[in-house]
C-alpha cells in the first residue's frame, strides 16, 4: 500500500507530455528552457526602454565601432541561415531522412534564407549599426536555429497531424505576409521626401493601416507555425521569445513613428503589434 502511494506521489510530480508537444530531452535542455523563460521575460522590456541600434534605432546617433546596416544585417540572418542548411542536409542525408527528418530545418532555412536575400535585393539602407548588435542577434538567431531544428520531433513521430498542417498553413502565410510587407516598405523609401534619402516617411498599405508592424506579426504567425510543425517545446519558448522581443520592438517603432510624424501621417490611436489589441 505504501509503495503504491509513493509510486502515485512520484508519478504526480513527473514532467508529463503536454499533448503532441514534446518537453526537452533531458536535463540539459531543461536547463535551456529555463532560459528560454527568462528571455521571454526580459526582452519585451529590454526593447522597450533600450532597443538595438539598428534601422531607425540608430538613426542620428554616434555609435561603438559602426558598419553599414546591410552589413549587420547580414551578420544578423546569414549564421542561421547556414546553420538550418546543414541542419537539414545533416537530418535528410545521414540520418536516414524518413525516420529522423523534421520539416523545421528547411522551414528554419527558408526562413532565413529569405531574409538574408531580402537584405541583398529587397531592403534600402542608408546608415549604420554597431557591430556588436549584428554579432549578437546574429549569435542569438543561430543558436535559436540549432535549438528547434535539433530538438524538433520527426515527422515520422509527430502525434498530431492536425497540428502540423496548422503549421504549414501559419508558416506560409506568415512568410507571404511578412514579405508582402516588407516589399511595402522598400516601395515607400523609394518615394523620399525632398530628395532625402535617410528621410523616413510613414508607411501605408497592406496592415499599416492599422498596425506599426505588420511584418513582425506575419513573421511571429511564421515562427509559431515552425513550432506547431516542430512540436517541441524548444520551438513554441522560441516563438515566445520572439514575441516577447518583436512585442518589445513593435511597441517602439510605433512609438518612434507618433514622436516623428504629424497626427495626420500617424494615427494617434493605431496600435503597434495586433489590430484592435496590442
Not at 535551456?32 to 541600434?53: D, H, K, M, R, W
Not at 517602439?252 to 503597434?272: G, H, L, P
Request: with cysteine; charged share 15%; aromatic share 14%.
Amino acid at each position: 500500500m505504501l509503495n503504491d502511494l509513493i509510486a502515485t506521489a512520484a508519478n504526480s510530480l513527473q514532467l508529463q507530455q503536454f499533448g503532441p508537444i514534446a518537453p526537452p530531452p533531458g536535463p540539459f535542455c531543461t536547463l535551456v528552457a529555463g532560459l528560454q523563460c527568462l528571455v521571454i521575460a526580459t526582452s519585451y522590456g529590454q526593447e522597450t526602454t533600450n532597443p538595438f541600434e539598428y534601422s531607425k534605432f540608430a538613426s542620428g546617433k554616434k555609435l561603438n565601432d559602426p558598419i553599414p546596416t546591410r552589413d549587420g544585417m547580414f551578420r544578423i540572418y546569414v549564421p542561421a541561415t547556414i546553420a538550418a542548411a546543414l541542419i537539414t542536409v545533416y537530418q535528410y542525408y545521414f540520418l536516414d531522412g524518413t525516420d529522423a527528418f523534421s520539416l523545421a530545418a528547411p522551414f528554419l532555412f527558408i526562413h532565413f534564407f529569405k531574409r538574408s536575400s531580402e537584405v541583398a535585393f529587397v531592403h534600402h539602407y542608408s546608415g549604420t549599426m554597431p557591430r556588436q548588435n549584428g554579432n549578437a542577434i546574429g549569435l542569438m538567431y543561430a543558436s535559436w536555429t540549432i535549438l528547434v531544428a535539433l530538438t524538433a520531433t520527426p515527422h515520422a513521430t509527430i502525434q498530431s497531424e492536425v497540428m502540423f498542417h496548422i503549421g504549414l498553413l501559419l508558416f506560409v502565410m506568415g512568410e507571404v505576409g511578412n514579405g508582402y510587407h516588407h516589399y511595402l516598405l522598400r516601395r515607400l523609401r523609394r518615394e523620399k521626401r525632398n530628395g532625402d534619402d535617410k528621410r523616413y516617411v510613414p508607411p501605408v498599405g497592406g496592415m499599416f493601416g492599422h498596425v506599426a508592424a505588420p511584418h513582425y506579426l506575419f513573421e511571429l504567425v511564421a515562427w509559431y507555425g515552425i513550432a506547431c510543425v516542430a512540436q517541441q517545446t524548444h520551438a513554441f519558448l522560441t516563438a515566445g521569445g520572439m514575441t516577447s522581443y518583436l512585442a518589445g520592438r513593435a511597441v517602439v517603432t510605433n512609438r518612434w513613428y507618433m514622436d516623428t510624424f504629424t497626427d495626420r501621417e500617424w494615427s494617434r490611436t493605431k496600435k503597434a503589434l495586433v489590430p484592435g489589441i496590442f
